[in-house]
């Protein structure tokens, strides 16, 4: 099936919710600290953006970065406890200087701080739309940042592109806003001669044979690449996207024609299921026969131990699982209502005869379907 662009480029100054993400090398210097003159420029233009009615989100990499000088790294540290570390120093300072530069606007900002375990039961979905909502109602701007003091390898987004697409829809955006230390994305490194501006994106066609490489930062975990899988996440939700550096900010919200515009290609969802499909590693796997991938493709159904012929991992009740078909390729991803312990015994049988022979709590579905995202349609 062919998707189909839509919206303009004029979307993104008439967009009455905003969410921008801003990346750690367009906040700091080369030495890890932050640049107090980058942070209250963008602050500027976000203000001067507010005062015209606007809701903004600011996502907001740095914390990480912020943290290195205080504490005499002169890298981004590679392993886990020494990124904590840094984050729980820096989070402080640059909401400090968020803070400090809104004021100046009569604008107070509230933290937030996320990881994939935060949205992703029903409850807390709920509860973090819930608080982002109310933020925005009483005229705060949320400052949202993966919580990496906290955040483990096997549960963190693994960078703010992708939580800022995941945010917009949590907010029900009306736009995202990707800044960076590039102007746009181009066909091929912007540094080679010739390399080509690409100011609109309708669809994966147009991004055949673009060459996207990693950040090239010492600060940062992200790059180009992983801007247009954000990209891809939030357009496919519904949510036009823009990708510009952050020096460009008030241009591209004045409509500008700089940057590069992702058209929106896919309809707006109304659930966490875009969390539990983007932000989430599953814990294990669970091989369906044929007839329950069929359910599961065609007919939306929930997963029922019958059609499960084998689990594989480690896992709680709760985790996320990968359902797979017999060629072991994910066909959709859902929590459990069991531990991986207890499936093997429940395999192949009806939940009638299992709710007969050991209880009333043996009737639950393996997966319910309000539980579930679909991998491959």
């Not at 002169?74 to 406890?81: N, S």
């Not at 693994?158 to 960076?180: E, F, I, K, S």
């Not at 181009?186 to 080679?192: A, E, L, N, V």
């Amino acid at each position: 099936m062919t998707t189909r662009a839509r919206g303009s480029r004029a979307d993104l100054s008439t967009a009455a919710r905003l969410v921008v993400k801003v990346g750690s090398s367009s906040l700091t210097t080369s030495d890890g600290g932050l640049d107090h003159a980058r942070v209250t420029a963008l602050v500027e233009v976000l203000a001067a953006h507010r005062r015209t009615g606007v809701d903004v989100v600011l996502v907001s990499s740095g914390a990480i970065a912020a943290g290195l000088g205080p504490l005499g790294l002169t890298r981004r540290p590679r392993d886990l406890a020494t990124q904590q570390a840094a984050a729980s120093v820096g989070q402080g300072l640059l909401v400090a200087r968020y803070t400090a530069a809104f004021g100046r606007h009569a604008t107070p900002v509230g933290q937030v701080l996320l990881t994939a375990e935060d949205v992703i039961p029903r409850g807390h979905y709920a509860n973090a739309r819930r608080t982002l909502d109310r933020l925005l109602g009483l005229r705060v701007v949320p400052v949202v940042n993966e919580n990496d003091t906290v955040a483990t390898d096997e549960i963190r987004f693994g960078d703010n592109d992708r939580l800022a697409a995941l945010v917009a829809h949590l907010v029900q955006a009306d736009a995202l806003l990707l800044l960076t230390d590039v102007d746009a994305l181009y066909d091929g490194p912007p540094s080679r001669p010739g390399a080509r501006r690409l100011p609109a994106v309708l669809g994966p066609a147009d991004l055949d044979g673009v060459r996207l490489g990693a950040s090239g930062s010492a600060l940062g975990t992200g790059g180009m690449a992983s801007k247009v899988q954000a990209a891809a996440i939030a357009t496919g939700a519904g949510i036009a996207t823009w990708l510009t550096s952050a020096d460009l900010a008030g241009e591209v919200l004045s409509g500008a024609d700089v940057g590069t515009w992702f058209a929106a290609t896919g309809a707006r969802r109304t659930s966490r299921l875009l969390w539990l499909a983007h932000a989430t590693r599953p814990r294990g796997r669970l091989v369906l026969d044929p007839g329950a991938v069929r359910a599961l493709l065609e007919r939306g159904s929930s997963l029922l131990p019958a059609g499960v012929t084998a689990v594989e991992g480690d896992f709680a009740t709760g985790d996320p699982v990968d359902l797979c078909d017999e060629n072991g390729h994910a066909v959709a991803r859902g929590l459990v209502n069991y531990a991986a312990q207890e499936i093997p015994g429940l395999l192949g049988r009806s939940t009638r005869d299992l709710a007969r022979e050991l209880g009333p709590a043996y009737e639950r579905e393996l997966v319910h379907r309000d539980d579930l995202v679909l991998l491959r349609r």
